[in-house]
C-alpha cells in the first residue's frame, strides 16, 4: 500500500505561481506513472498532468499547457506540479495519484486507472 501526502498548496494571486509536491511512502512509486487531478466546488475531478514511471512522457490537460510542469524524482519518491501564471480558474483541490497498472507506457487520464490518491491540497487563486 503507498500513501501519498501533497503539500504546497495556498493561496496565490493571478499570475503568480505555486508548487506542488507530493510525497511517496509505504512503497516505491518509482514503477508507476503518476498524475494530477483537480476538483474545484461543484465540478466533477479532472486530471491536470501525468508523468510515465521513467519520465519519458508528459501530458497535459489544454487549459494548463505552457503553465505546469510536472516532473518526479524517483530516488526521493516524490513528483512535483510547478504552475506558473495561475489563473482563478485554476483554484481547486489538486490531488496526487498512482497508476494501478506498472510500467505503463501511455498516461492515462481516467481517474480510474488511478489505484492511490493523496488527501489533496487547496489551491485558492484570486484576481
Known amino acids: 500500500q503507498v500513501r501519498l501526502v501533497e503539500s504546497g498548496g495556498g493561496l496565490a494571486q493571478a499570475g503568480g505561481s505555486l508548487r506542488l509536491s507530493c510525497a511517496a511512502s509505504g512503497r516505491s512509486v518509482m514503477s508507476s506513472a503518476m498524475g494530477w487531478f483537480r476538483q474545484a466546488p461543484g465540478k466533477e475531478r479532472e486530471f491536470v498532468a501525468g508523468i510515465t514511471w521513467n519520465s519519458g512522457t508528459t501530458y497535459y490537460v489544454d487549459s494548463v499547457k505552457g503553465r505546469f510542469t510536472i516532473s518526479r524524482d524517483n530516488a526521493k519518491n516524490t513528483v512535483i506540479l510547478q504552475m506558473n501564471n495561475l489563473k482563478p480558474d485554476d483554484t481547486a483541490v489538486y490531488y496526487c495519484?498512482?497508476?494501478?497498472?506498472?510500467?505503463?507506457?501511455?498516461?492515462?487520464?481516467?481517474?480510474?486507472?488511478?489505484?492511490?490518491w493523496g488527501q489533496g491540497t487547496q489551491v485558492t487563486v484570486s484576481s
Open positions: 495519484a498512482a497508476d494501478r497498472k506498472p510500467l505503463r507506457m501511455v498516461i492515462t487520464t481516467q481517474a480510474t486507472d488511478f489505484g492511490s
